[in-house]
């Protein structure tokens, strides 16, 4: 699997409140790993320096939390495979309550929060967790399509009926979040599920991006790209100034992950038998030190 990505501070912002992070790692004994990609795009909100730090700690705990309990936690032991669904549902429940309890502790940073999509990948399987109204694609086949969910005002007056896509992009409350980190003691995690096929692209988004470019033009962009052969970070470039170009109101970040054929399975994962000898148990899990993550292969 392949991936680039990229952030800009936008055209009228001081500053940058986005925060993203991606990275391959795997985990296991002798010759046998099972290899994850994490992609996390965390857009704060807050004002001042209140964003940032509301973004920042959001990634920092996702990908400890998404470490740990894929070491202490990561087997079913009903079912016998590893339950991802699980393991990014708390990963995004742990940022909120980090970024909610230093909020209430510090004055300062009184009602920060952010928005968040996650996707980890396993096996040609992707889970996708979703907080906010940052946004996940995927391009298949020359189309593109929107995996999340947007929990906005206007996201859920165009689910109902009440206004269209285009009547959403100008309507006057489109920046009101109906679901953040950080902005309660508990959040409401969406998680979607993708079966990945050679070919495919998953791009992660802030609204920096997706409130100024349409899925029309993001489509066209990405299939004219990947026609053209141009390397991935190229695309993140395009992407990024297209944003600005239609006036860059916000920060804009943007991941990029290309799915090759190496990166599907011959054998599912919910189908292989895991033991002692190919992941961790949780004995062995237990006594790691896990603020020293040697035994973490990363693969930027």
Sequence with gaps: ?????LTDVGREREHNEDNLLSTFFSFGHGSRRIGFGLHVVADGMGGAAAGEVASSITVETIIRNVFENLLRTHMDSNQGYLNLGKVVRAALEEANQMVWKLARENTQYLGMGATC????????????????????YMLRGGELRQ????????????RDGRLT?????????????????????????????????PGDMLLACSD????????PEMRTLLSQGIGKRRELSRLCEDLVQKANSAGGTDNITVTLVWVDQEDI?????????????????????????LEDWSFIR???
């Excluded at 699997?1 to 990505?5: G, K």
């Design 1 to 5: 699997m392949r991936f680039a990505n």
């Design 117 to 136: 999509t996650t996707i980890l990948t396993c096996q040609g399987r992707a889970f996708i967790g979703q907080v906010g109204d940052s946004r996940a």
């Design 147 to 158: 995996i999340t969910r947007d929990h906005s005002f206007v996201g859920e007056m165009v």
């Design 165 to 197: 896509e285009e009547q959403a992009r100008v309507h006057p409350r489109k920046n009101i979040i109906t679901r953040a980190i950080g902005s309660r003691y508990a959040v409401q995690v969406d998680v979607f599920f993708e079966e990945l096929r």
């Design 208 to 215: 920096g991006l997706s409130g100024m470019v349409t899925d």
């Design 265 to 289: 399975p011959a054998r599912p994962l919910d189908q292989i038998a895991f033991s002692p000898d190919s992941v961790l148990t949780w004995d062995e899990a237990s006594r790691l030190d």
């Design 298 to 300: 990363v693969e930027a």
